[in-house]
């Protein structure tokens, strides 16, 4: 079957840095995307990896290791209002998106 | 500014009294999506529509229907909400079909079924 692991909810200092896991499992790989969910707002997008290694975009980089069905988001120089959902979505091979639960971020002063 | 927009965001609606939710948007783009998220939960895709062609997921609920008049609005039908259909209700578009297109996301409708 197909699944998207992450870990349920993570607490991080303001200012500090926060690295999110997802592992996947799917038919076939496209790609993983990773949105910002607040709480009772939509989903929005924050990355897109194809390719093996880190992209970096402004406080925020995404990381993917096909070989070991791995992607983390880093999170630098956090803030108050990056508390948040993070969802982890692998993309299979009939470019069906697969997402994972989310997790919740919780910033603390 | 070019977007995604659903209403009403929050809905209230009796056990049993069909309740229609509605999306429209101005980007433009070729894919419609709606998708049902409980609490703490992934997403799970209900329908999507690629131009007018509509895709139903396998496991979607036949009280469940959905409509497309034109390339701007979408609508979702529950034809008889029970208590297990309480949730946040996302539509969402993307430019194409090829799925590496990012979805853009409304708003939002949190339903409520009393």
């Known amino acids: 079957g197909q699944n998207i692991d992450q870990p349920t909810e993570m607490t991080a200092t303001e200012g500090a840095i926060v690295q999110i896991n997802c592992t996947y499992q799917?038919?076939?790989?496209?790609?993983l995307f990773w949105y910002q969910q607040h709480a009772g707002e939509a989903p929005t997008f924050l990355s897109y990896?194809?390719l093996d290694g880190l992209e970096e975009k402004g406080r925020f980089s995404s990381f993917l290791s096909r070989s070991k069905g791995y992607s983390y988001l880093l999170l630098k120089e956090l803030q108050m209002k990056d508390s948040a959902s993070y969802l982890c979505?692998?993309?299979?091979?009939?470019?069906?998106?697969?997402w994972g639960a989310g997790t919740k971020l919780i910033i603390k002063p | 500014d070019a977007m995604v927009i659903q209403n009403p965001r929050y809905q209230v609606t009796q056990f049993g009294k069909p309740v229609t939710l509605s999306c429209s948007q101005t980007?433009?783009?070729?894919?419609m999506y709606w998708y049902q998220q409980k609490s703490s939960q992934a997403p799970k895709l209900l329908f999507h529509?690629?131009?007018?062609?509509?895709?139903n997921e396998a496991d979607t609920p036949d009280n469940f229907q959905s409509r497309r008049p034109n390339t701007s609005f979408c609508f979702l039908d529950i034809r008889s909400p029970g208590l297990g259909d309480a949730a946040m209700y996302l539509c969402?578009?993307?430019?194409?079909?090829?799925?590496?297109?990012?979805?853009?996301f409304g708003n939002g409708t949190r339903l409520t079924v009393t």
């Open positions: 969402a578009t993307s430019r194409d079909g090829q799925g590496y297109s990012p979805l853009h």
């Open positions: 980007l433009n783009h070729n894919v």
């Open positions: 529509y690629y131009d007018k062609d509509f895709n």
């Open positions: 799917t038919s076939g790989f496209n790609g």
């Open positions: 990896n194809v």
């Open positions: 979505a692998g993309l299979d091979s009939n470019y069906q998106l697969i």
